[in-house]
């Protein structure tokens, strides 16, 4: 057994020896020799299956500018529907039972009629006096105040109710004692309170125009039939009070005060095109009422001075061909683009019926790029021009393959 362990030991004592000794040569002889026996570590390449492949744009420019123009001026209608606004009246009454108010040296009788009210509204009392004994006074009371007092006689009343309350309100009709006659009454066969509510039946809308530049005038067309009074309000400033009815077309021009404010509340800008919102208010007086047919809001832009621009393009990548994607914001005069290559002089255009808001894509020869074809190294300047007025927003540049 003892012999065995020391044949063991000898055999581990030989293995350290050879690993330590192979350990001392790598470290000492020329690193090209330890390339050629374990490789080269540091070159290794590793794949990430979840890296994101390169994208193929070699060229992107942002565009702030318009392209084109127009020599005279250029009207853009925004049609809505015919409308109609009113302040009519509806009625609504509260009726009492027949009831006999008497009064006397001992005291007077009322009777109490409680409703909920509204402060706009108008009230009005129609009492029917059937019969009366002696000459009592009738008297009337609203949340505790007089606002009628008469001797009673026989007939038909009408008597308004001023300073009615929104929320709960009390009215009183009370007799009292008046002359010589001890015992007096007031018999009523019917009692009603009216009710008068005005319903407002405005007409609003909201109309957004891509604005050039917040160029340019703004005018609302609209030809009013009817009576009475009704104003005309853009963004809360009134624009227009007519007072005795029409029936004549009217345009009106929006004040630069309320384009300003437009502009300033704006939600954004682009390329010079500026969405401005207006929000029209039709609206009448009480007893009013105007039927509104041919109406719009027209934006005349005003003549634009002929713009082309030019923009310096650098492209390092080889291809045979290219994808030219140009970017439209907005189309203000419909019309063709037309791209110029320098130094190469070549060019082509987007036809205005091809040309849209949004990506417009071509795909031209490397040619049209003059420069170093075999490296893919172009440099040069690109003219975009059009005979309508664009807003282009981007041009990018991608090597087809």
Not at 45 to 74: L, W
Not at 91 to 105: A, C, D, G, Q, R
Not at 156 to 162: G, Q, T
Not at 213 to 223: A, P, V
């Amino acid at each position: 057994m003892v012999e065995q362990v020391e044949r063991l030991s000898a055999a581990v004592a030989v293995l350290v020896f050879l690993l330590v000794g192979i350990m001392i040569y790598l470290f000492l002889i020329p690193p090209s020799a330890v390339t050629s026996i374990v490789g080269n570590f540091t070159n290794l390449t590793y794949t990430n299956s979840s890296a994101t492949a390169p994208q193929k744009v070699v060229y992107y420019y942002p565009i702030t500018s318009y392209i084109g123009g127009n020599a005279q001026s250029v009207n853009f209608t925004y049609p809505f529907e015919g409308f109609t606004v009113s302040y009519s009246a509806v009625n609504s009454s509260i009726s009492e039972k027949p009831f006999t108010l008497t009064s006397s040296i001992f005291g007077s009788s009322s009777n109490n009629l409680k409703f909920t009210g509204n402060s706009s509204d108008k009230y009005y009392l129609i009492l029917n006096i059937s019969s009366v004994s002696g000459t009592p006074y009738l008297k009337l009371q609203i949340n505790g105040k007089y606002f009628y007092s008469s001797i009673a006689d026989k007939g038909i009343l009408r008597i308004a109710i001023p300073s009615v309350d929104t929320g709960e309100n009390i009215l009183s009709i009370n007799n009292y004692l008046n002359g010589f006659a001890l015992t007096q009454s007031i018999s009523f066969s019917n009692v009603s309170m009216v009710q008068t509510s005005f319903i407002n039946t405005q007409f609003s809308k909201s109309v957004e125009i891509p604005s050039m530049l917040g160029l340019g005038d703004y005018i609302l067309q609209f030809t009013p039939i009817g009576y009475g009074n009704m104003s005309v309000s853009a963004n809360g400033v009134g624009i227009s009070y007519i007072t005795n009815g029409s029936n004549v077309p009217i345009s009106l021009s929006i004040p630069e005060s309320v384009v300003n404010s437009g502009i300033s509340t704006s939600s954004g800008k682009n390329n010079g095109i500026i969405p401005l919102t207006f929000n029209l208010l039709f609206s009448v007086s009480e007893g009013g009422r105007y039927v509104v047919t041919d109406n719009d809001l027209l934006y005349e832009l005003p003549p634009i001075p002929v713009k082309q621009i030019s923009i310096p393009y650098s492209v390092k990548a080889s291809s045979s061909s290219y994808i030219f994607s140009l970017g439209v914001s907005s189309i203000v005069r419909s019309g063709y683009v037309n791209i110029t290559f320098y130094p190469s002089g070549l060019s082509f255009s987007i036809p205005a019926s091809s040309l849209s808001t949004g990506e417009n894509i071509v795909v031209e020869p490397a040619a049209y790029l003059a420069g170093d074809e075999a490296n893919g190294d172009y440099t040069g300047t690109i003219t975009l021009a059009s005979d309508g007025l664009i807003m282009p927003s981007s041009l990018t540049i991608t090597p087809s393959s």
